[in-house]
């Protein structure tokens, strides 16, 4: 049985069977438990994520019936009689190994990634280009999000924005700047205010030979700079233009790179 976060909710069974929740209620306490899997979850946070600061006076007893229909159904798909969701002193605690959800595999992969980047950039993009396809969506896109599922959905896009510096540095050391340029433009467009990803298109650009599509791409940052900000680039994406503007690579490549971590 695998628990799938990084997109629409799912839990697969074996054979690609899933199951399908249709109570989002429940399937918001399931997303709650899956994020702190192997930890006791108080019923205090669940109420909190389910009715925010004024849960009706049937809370309990609702959160009750919501944990008795999960728990009943888990044990019937895992087959085995096994008890996946216990019940605690304080909450419920979801009892499933980290290997079958998908976000924390993510992490264990970025994880590996950002420790390997500098030695082995080889090794790191490998392990961040797969977990950066376990990447179905949005995360949790099909659950509705208290307070306390919408802070750890913020928290899992850092880490992906996170990811694809790891992706992105990898690839620079390798010299694989063609297949940058796309991604970047992808990247770019995602976030318009980031300046180092545009810094890092404009130099894939002229790493790739395209030297007039990298200065059109350093006035398109300062045209967006200029209108959304009111600001021009930082001195270094101006040290970056007058580099490749007198064709001084050494200068180009000396750029201080974003902090991945």
């Not at 109570?23 to 306490?29: E, G, I, L, N, T």
């Amino acid at each position: 049985m695998r628990f799938l976060l990084l997109g629409p909710l799912e839990v697969v069974i074996d054979e690609g069977r899933s199951i399908a929740l249709s109570a989002s209620k429940a399937a918001q306490v399931l997303a709650l438990l899956l994020t702190r899997c192997g930890q006791t979850v108080t019923v205090d946070t669940i109420i909190e994520e389910l009715w925010g600061s004024s849960p009706p006076p049937s809370a309990m007893p609702t959160l009750q019936t919501y944990v008795y229909h999960l728990r009943r159904r888990l044990r019937r798909e895992a087959g085995d009689g096994a008890e996946l969701l216990a019940t605690r002193s304080r909450g419920y605690q979801l009892c499933v190994r980290p290997e079958q959800i998908d976000e924390k595999v993510f992490e264990r992969l970025v994880e590996g990634a950002q420790a390997s980047v500098e030695r082995d950039p080889e090794a790191a993009l490998a392990s961040v280009t797969e977990a950066l396809g376990l990447w179905r969506g949005p995360a949790l896109a099909s659950v509705h999000k208290g307070e306390v599922l919408a802070a750890h959905v913020t928290r899992l896009e850092e880490l992906r924005a996170r990811a694809e510096s790891i992706r992105i540095q990898a690839k620079r050391s390798l010299g694989r700047h063609h297949e940058l340029v796309p991604e970047l433009r992808s990247l770019v467009a995602r976030y318009p205010l980031d300046e180092s990803l545009h810094a890092w298109l404009i130099e894939a650009l002229y790493r790739s030979g395209r030297r007039a599509e990298a200065l059109g791409a350093y006035r398109d940052l300062w045209s967006r700079l200029d209108v959304e900000l009111g600001v021009a680039p930082s001195p270094e994406a101006q040290q970056l233009q007058r580099a490749i503007l007198e064709l001084d690579d050494n200068r180009v490549g000396a750029r201080r790179r974003r902090n991945a971590g």
